[in-house]
């Protein structure tokens, strides 16, 4: 069974860059029936889509966050990676990874971690 | 950007009725709609994708319907365990998935 799990710390400074890791179990990320993608929920609000990643690097994200956003993948250890820079209050939310359908190119989101919270404060 | 609105925001029903929440979009997104239940402090669970196929092991009381802007999620007979939030999510945009604002189904 497919799980996914969300790492990396709770608090964030403002101004300074937020880094998630996503461990892909029970499966494999260079699977090319999937991408992989990361979705944030401010508290107490809706889901927002951040980015997406293919096994071979390929990316595209959410033009509203595009410039301070990086999503990467390493395929040795079955991960993959968010980072988002000079970070405000705005940013804090759960952050959830998820696995993206891409075989059938209705592109849903199919399998999601339990999502960790992160919060901008100094 | 395609933006998506539900109605209603909130919804009150109870164990045995039949609800049905509508989700619209601001342009045509053919069938690329999705829907997700969201229980407090859980991860979204896909439910319905493409409109009207039901996800592996999601009850048949479930099911959805619509086509180009005009969709709805509908709950066949409410089971204590569906109170929960849920949003729908278009797919159509490559690069620009966007979800509803969500609806609460209460008791």
């Known amino acids: 069974q497919l799980q996914l799990q969300e790492s990396g710390p709770g608090l964030v400074r403002p101004s300074e860059t937020l880094s998630l890791t996503c461990t892909v179990s029970?499966?494999?990320?260079?699977?090319?029936?999937?991408?992989w993608g990361w979705i944030r929920q401010p508290p107490g609000k809706g889901l927002e889509w951040i980015g997406s990643i293919y096994y071979s690097g390929s990316t595209y994200y959410n033009p509203s966050h595009k410039s301070r956003v990086t999503i990467s993948v390493d395929m040795s250890k079955n991960q993959f990676s968010l980072k988002v820079t000079s970070v405000t209050a705005a940013d804090t939310a759960v952050y959830y990874c998820a696995r993206q359908d891409y075989s059938s190119s209705w592109y849903y989101f199919d399998d999601w971690g339990q999502g960790t919270l992160v919060t901008v404060s100094s | 950007d395609i933006q998506m609105t539900q109605s209603p925001s909130s919804l009150s029903a109870s164990i045995g009725d039949r609800v049905t929440i509508t989700c619209r979009a601001s342009?045509?997104?053919?069938?690329?709609l999705n829907w997700y239940q969201q229980k407090p402090g859980e991860a979204p669970k896909l439910l319905i994708y493409?409109?009207?196929n039901l996800q592996g092991g999601v009850p048949s009381r479930f099911s959805g319907s619509g086509s180009a802007t005009d969709f709805t999620l509908t709950i066949s007979s409410l089971q204590p365990e569906d109170f929960a939030t849920y949003y729908c999510?278009?797919?159509?945009?490559?690069?620009?998935?966007?979800f509803g604002q969500g609806t609460k189904l209460e008791i």
């Open positions: 029970g499966g494999s990320i260079s699977s090319s029936s999937y991408y």
């Open positions: 342009q045509s997104i053919n069938m690329f």
């Open positions: 493409a409109v009207s």
């Open positions: 999510q278009q797919t159509y945009s490559t690069g620009v998935y966007t």
